[in-house]
């Protein structure tokens, strides 16, 4: 039974978010609008289907990452957010009880047994022409 589908983002924080966007843009070439940088790709079984992972960095002062103490999240791509959220209370994983909802799909969050919180994203469905 597939859980995590793919990595739907890395997020980690920084003392100087600017400064370090900056460098990332000059030694790599990731030259993120705003807060971040999105790398689009294809769906294999769908290849019409546009899908992206997101890389951005936070402010150290950032509290998204929350409770953990951690400097980074992962963020991972689920087909049935509920589904995993109910195995993973199911398996005794701390879930945060919070679930959002938006134009960019659903989201939940949990932690591992290191403390570090990971993100787990629906994407929303494409539509139907």
Excluded: C
């Excluded at 769908?46 to 980074?72: C, H, K, N």
């Amino acid at each position: 039974m597939t859980r995590v589908t793919g990595i739907g983002g890395i997020f980690f924080k920084s003392g100087n978010p600017g400064r370090l966007r900056e460098w990332y843009d000059e030694h790599l070439g990731i030259a993120p609008g705003g807060e971040g940088a999105a790398f689009e790709w294809r769906e294999k079984d769908a290849p019409e289907t546009l899908g992206m992972t997101v890389w951005s960095i936070f402010p150290s002062s950032s509290r998204y990452f929350d409770p953990s103490q951690s400097a980074f999240m992962i963020n991972y791509r689920v087909d049935d957010l509920d589904r995993v959220l109910k195995l993973l209370r199911e398996e005794g994983v701390e879930v945060d009880p919070k679930v959002e909802d938006s134009a960019d799909g659903r989201f939940g969050w949990a932690m591992d047994p290191d403390g570090n919180r990971f993100e787990l994203w629906e994407p929303p469905r494409p539509k139907k022409t």
